[in-house]
């Protein structure tokens, strides 16, 4: 099992341009999520999908959007980049209870 | 509203001693906590969990300790090797075993000296 993968691992945009992290899981978890983290801060969840077709925001969607149209993908969606979307993005996916991490996707935005 | 709090921002003990790591919560409702261990460039590792049915939880030289009465969690490990040098991350989530969102402490970064 490859687990969860993450691409790309590094990527820099100019303010306004638009890109879509990539995550994909091969445990056939139902739950996977999105999180950001900045420094010296802890995980921030963006969005979460209990399941194919469904997901919902979490604590920091804004300039965000999300599509699960398989449970193995989840991919998260940045329309309009801006400098405040700097920061290391990690997708997780769960049977239920533990979260297995990605190795995150590091983006700046100048 | 910073509901999971973990108020040392780093920590540093000698190979062969115990690590506490501490970590303070402030939604009586969390019942299920978890620690990750996060090397850097790599995603967080899952680590040690534990229910709010119980107060400690050990796996090998790894020990979590909840205390519901003062809304605090700690880890314990004993001894505490180089390798063991990581950031660590307390979580809490609002019911087990269904995929419940998790919510993040800050983080303690973890420095043994050999």
């Known amino acids: 099992n490859a687990g969860v993968t993450q691409t790309p691992k590094f990527r820099i945009l100019k303010i306004g341009q638009s890109m879509t992290l990539q995550c994909t899981q091969d445990m056939n978890h139902n739950y996977m999520y999105w999180y950001r983290q900045d420094p010296g801060m802890g995980l921030k969840l963006i969005y979460y999908?209990?399941?194919?077709?469904?997901?919902d925001k979490g604590e920091v969607p804004n300039g965000y959007n999300v599509s699960r149209s398989t449970t193995e993908d989840f991919p998260l969606r940045l329309e309009l980049a801006a400098p405040s979307q700097t920061s290391v993005y990690f997708c997780?996916?769960?049977?239920?209870?533990?979260?297995?991490f990605g190795p995150g996707t590091r983006l700046t935005v100048l | 509203d910073q509901q999971v709090k973990q108020n040392s921002p780093s920590l540093s003990v000698q190979e062969g001693r115990i690590s506490i790591l501490n970590c303070d919560y402030t939604n009586s409702m969390f019942d299920y906590f978890l620690w990750y261990k996060k090397y850097p460039a790599e995603g967080p590792t899952f680590l040690i969990s534990?229910?709010?049915?119980?107060d400690k939880n050990e796996d090998g030289r790894f020990t979590v300790f909840l205390n519901k009465s003062a809304k605090h969690l700690s880890l314990h490990i004993v001894p505490s090797q180089p390798g063991d040098s990581a950031v660590y991350f307390c979580?809490?989530?609002?019911?087990?075993?269904?995929?419940?969102?998790?919510?993040f402490g800050e983080g303690t970064q973890l420095t043994v000296n050999p």
């Open positions: 999908s209990v399941g194919a077709g469904i997901t």
């Open positions: 979580a809490a989530s609002l019911g087990v075993g269904s995929g419940s969102r998790l919510t």
């Open positions: 534990i229910s709010s049915i119980k």
């Open positions: 997780a996916s769960s049977p239920g209870n533990e979260q297995f």
